[in-house]
């Protein structure tokens, strides 16, 4: 049924009229009928002035189990920094845990279906939080979203980078300042914590503390981001970054949208050259941070003096901490382990590392890609360790049984208690590694084997190596599986000529690795400079009944690249000195790994990584981001085996 409000105001004043004499005579109908042409109901109200919004609405949030408080809080400059409380409702005092980021407070907030519980709003981390009594506040760095001030990416601490008298160490005291002044809900104490960027922020706040301050989780951390984090690894650029840049600094709402000339960026990066070539293509010519990054290619006193793990050593760490890390971190493997082993020497130093992707700790975490753990970790790790963790520093709780590292095993997939990290190195690195060599005929060999050889392979800058099965989708795009390339099978790189893969024994007892393994590279090239990616693999049994589809799977334990003409000084780049045999040595990610009997070791080693990092021209160039065309050429490179030759340092434990 259809409620009509204009015939049903006919029909009450119809009913209010007087009855009629009871001659019951019904009237003549009347022309045009009976409204007259100028009625106007009496009782429907005017538009009001103003407009139907009211100035003020109370929006009926009774059943909501969290109130959201919007601040702008002062800093030591005037600037003021938009924050966002979401406060436990029922009242009582509650521990801050201060999130400090440049992706948007308010996005942080409206994560899910808006609605009355935590968990619509907040990442199940932060939701379990509130649940547990925390309030939770996400504040925009000074500079982004809704934040004053200038945004500088990875605001460099107050010196010789930074001559301005704030830094997201004041921003981050300044703030906890505030808000255990000025939140009526506050216990007076405050905890840090972030993921990725924001675990750098929280990582600042560790300089110069705050007294309130008293735990920090730094999640994944950008920590050193030209040895092993965001913008180099060693040297080698990773320009699948470039989309990021753009994104993060083109404006202050990060509303400028990167855009791609195509659907595969292997053919799009290929097709621009360098790397300094597209993004002069896409303006980034105009952003001041892109500029910075393509004039300092090599680890010269800008990025050593922005290094958070460097920067964290200089003074002894007060404030309990928590620095949590991925095994298979996509985008900051790096972060979190060196930052634990700059401030072990202090007991306020603890380790978590998860078999995660990036930022994987804060949800739900049973699987990664092909692999499958049996349990939620992400949930173990929050509810076990996180939680605990925070309930003494936070809420005067009793001690928690925290191990100083906590680890998950991959292989036989249980979490491990240790007293210190790396367990390989407890006697010192590298003597207490064990090699494993490359040995003639693709084999490899836990012994010093009786040959010596060299393989080879041509290595052309026009038909780079891809670093996963194309087609390679920028890592934000539609139908991106970025966060699980480090897990993809590498049978797609062992089936090229232009990669080497050396293959151990099939085992018959358990191989547990625990800590870094050190690569020992001796090649040559043909050329003047060259990259070197070495690949530490976990092959499965050809016939798997587990999971038949993980039959031969190639499974990546650690591996990572090394730019040659670093190899002596990464602060001063050389060249390599053609067809003459050279030694390289780096270390790969740390792994806590179980290798089960029936599986086999692999290496592979490779000379380019593409589109992930930028195509070396193999010519030594001043600088690689403005390579030209014709600097790009194809080298012959050489791998050594035998006694003398190349082998992997590998962290083994009993």
Known sequence: MTFNKFAFGALALVLAAPVLAETHVQPAVRPGGDIPADFHPAFVPPIPKGGDIPQHFTAPRGQFQYVRRELRIPMRDGAKLYTVLIIPKGGGKFPIMLDRT???????????????????????????????????????????????????????????????????????????????????????????????????????????????????VPINPMVDVWKGDDWFHNGAFRQEMIS??????????????????????????????????????????????????????????????????????RAPLTVPTLFVDSLWDQEDIYGAPAAFEATKASPNAHLVMGPWHHGEANGAASTLGALEWGSDTGKWFRQNVMLPFLDQYLKDGRTADIARVTAFEVGTNQWRRFGDWPQACAKGCPSNLTPLYLAPNSRLSLGAPAGSGTDSYISDPSKPVTYRARPNLSPWANGSTWRFWLVDDQRFADARPDVLSYAGPVLTQPLKLAGNPLVHLRASTSGTDSDWIVKLIDVYPDQYPQKPEMGGYQLAIAMDVLRARYRNDPGKPTAVPANEPVTYEFA??????????????????????????????????????????????????????????TWIGLPVVK
Do not use: C
């Open 102 to 216: 440049p992706y948007s407070a308010d996005k942080g907030t409206s994560r899910g279906t808006f609605g009355p519980l935590p968990e619509n709003i907040l990442s199940p981390a932060y939701a379990e939080l509130v649940r547990a009594g925390y309030i939770v506040a996400l504040e925009d760095v000074r500079g982004k979203y809704k934040s004053e001030g200038d945004y500088v990416m990875n605001r460099p601490v107050r010196g010789p980078l930074n001559p301005t008298s704030v830094d997201h160490a004041t921003d981050a005291y300044d703030t906890i300042d505030w808000l255990v002044k000025n939140v009526a809900e506050s216990n007076g104490r405050v905890g840090s914590i972030g993921t990725s960027y924001d675990g750098f922020t929280a990582l600042m706040s560790l300089v110069n503390p705050h007294p309130a301050l008293k735990a920090s």
């Open 244 to 313: 990021y840049v753009y994104g993060q600094t083109a404006t202050k709402k990060s509303d400028e949208d990167w855009f791609s000339a195509g659907y595969d960026d292997y053919v799009t990066f290929l097709g621009y050259g360098s790397a300094g070539a597209y993004g002069h293509a896409m303006g980034m010519d105009q952003l001041p941070f892109w500029q910075r990054l393509t004039e300092h290619p090599a680890y010269d006193e800008y990025w050593q003096e922005q290094a958070v793990d460097r920067i964290l050593a």
């Open 588 to 645: 790969l990610p740390t792994v806590n790994y179980t290798l089960q009997p029936g599986h086999r070791l692999m290496v592979q080693v490779q000379s380019s990584w593409f589109p992930l990092y930028d195509r070396n021209p193999q010519t030594f160039v001043p600088n690689i981001f403005y390579a030209k065309p014709g600097d790009y050429r194809a080298a012959t490179q050489r791998v050594f085996t035998g006694p003398a030759g």
